[in-house]
């Protein structure tokens, strides 16, 4: 069983930025896709951003040039660098680990989830 637990939100203003992080607990890192999504109320859950085992990275078109996602597979760990927040960005985020092969932004590819973590961007 894997467990996800994210940290790192909080409230900053726009132009602003934060660094999500992810830890994973559980079974060997590398064997999973790594996503960051994020939910805005009334809104569905999207893409923010993804990386492979390989270190491939793949990101929404809304958040590109802003944001950067990584991972230190020794520490378990995945990590979101947001940037040049927007009042937009506002959402909650989540962590999601799956298997490879379908589309990244797909939520069913994803099987396990973090609880999530809040951001929100405002003056």
């Known amino acids: 069983q894997l467990q996800l637990v994210e940290s790192g939100g909080g409230a900053v203003q726009p132009g602003g930025s934060l660094r999500l992080s992810c830890e994973l607990l559980g079974r060997t890192y590398g064997r999973y896709c790594m996503g960051w999504f994020r939910q805005a109320p009334g809104k569905e859950r999207e893409g923010v951003a993804a990386i492979d085992h390989d270190g491939n990275t793949t990101y929404g078109d809304s958040v590109k040039g802003r944001f950067t996602i990584s991972q230190e597979i020794a520490e378990k760990t995945l990590y979101l660098q947001l940037n040049s927040l927007k009042p937009d960005d506002t959402a909650i985020y989540y962590c999601?680990?799956?298997?490879?092969?379908?589309?990244?932004?797909?939520?069913?590819?994803?099987?396990?989830w973090g609880q999530g973590t809040q951001v929100t961007v405002s003056s």
């Open positions: 999601a680990a799956g298997a490879s092969g379908g589309r990244w932004d797909d939520v069913s590819q994803y099987k396990y």
